[in-house]
């Protein structure tokens, strides 16, 4: 966790104190996926590990590297080059759906969105990121994944869920977090930066959970290989898809709850009378 500029105020504790006073509400951490919402409510970002087995991280490995290439094929490298796309894979769960629709739809990771969005949320994007070695690439600048808003909410409104395909190290580059930067609504100065910026660790296979208007940013990756994750941002239902998914994935085999959070039956009715019908025994 380096500190550039900060005061040193803040020791290691060695005897938290727990009793408290003047409280009327307080949070309960039951289960630890509790812990983890509250972690993202409160500081903007947490990792959680949902238990795949490391026959399943490798084999989301090589499903990334193949959707990278298949992708590439399709588009080509200088088309997607020219719009600074070459290190994204818009929406993998279109090339091939089981795997990718699999990690946007792991039981935990819903469990743990559905602590943090209150009522109905959709998938709004799903993204393959690669973190290329000692390069620059498109997600190595401070954002928020709601771009361009400056306003804070008591409740989250989008959560990011970043599955690592490899070890997000501070070598390779992993991403760097401003703590709890979801509660302002301005960028903060650069000074501020340099003083409370982190860097995450985390493990292939876990995913680093964010609330969307916490500002981040890439590492740089120092290392001799590329760093890939993919990106789930997961919205209230207000918030229109980044690209639509209904006809351009497969839907076999999806359950209606998980159509419905993959956005597939939430279009808005195409006039009065089709809402009133969409209303209709309600
Ligand atoms: O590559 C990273 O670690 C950051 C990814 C990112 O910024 C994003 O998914 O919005």
Known sequence: MPKNEAPDTCQPANEIPLKSYGIIDRDMSIEDLDLTAEEIRRLGFSVLDVGFTAEQIESARSDFSNAHASYV????????????????IRMPMAGNPLPFRNLALNSKLLSLVERLIKGQFILNQQNGI????????????????????????????????????????????????LPASHKEANYPSERYIKAHAQQLHAKAGQYVVL????????????????????????????????????????DSGLSDEHSRILGLNGFEPQSIDAYLESRSGK
């Open 130 to 177: 690669i973190n290329p070695a000692n390069k620059e690439y498109n997600q190595g600048k401070w954002h928020r994944d709601v771009p361009y808003q400056h306003f804070v909410t008591s409740t989250p409104l989008a959560i990011n869920a970043l599955y690592c395909v490899d070890d997000f190290t501070l070598e390779n580059g992993s991403t760097w977090v």
């Open 73 to 88: 094929k399709h588009h080509g490298l200088e088309k997607l080059r020219d719009c600074d796309e070459h290190n994204t």
């Open 211 to 250: 609330d969307c208007m916490l500002f981040h940013s890439g590492g740089s990756n120092h290392s001799t290989g590329v760093r890939r994750a993919v990106n789930h941002v997961y919205t209230i239902p207000f918030f229109k898809q980044q690209i639509r998914l209904a006809g351009n994935i497969d």
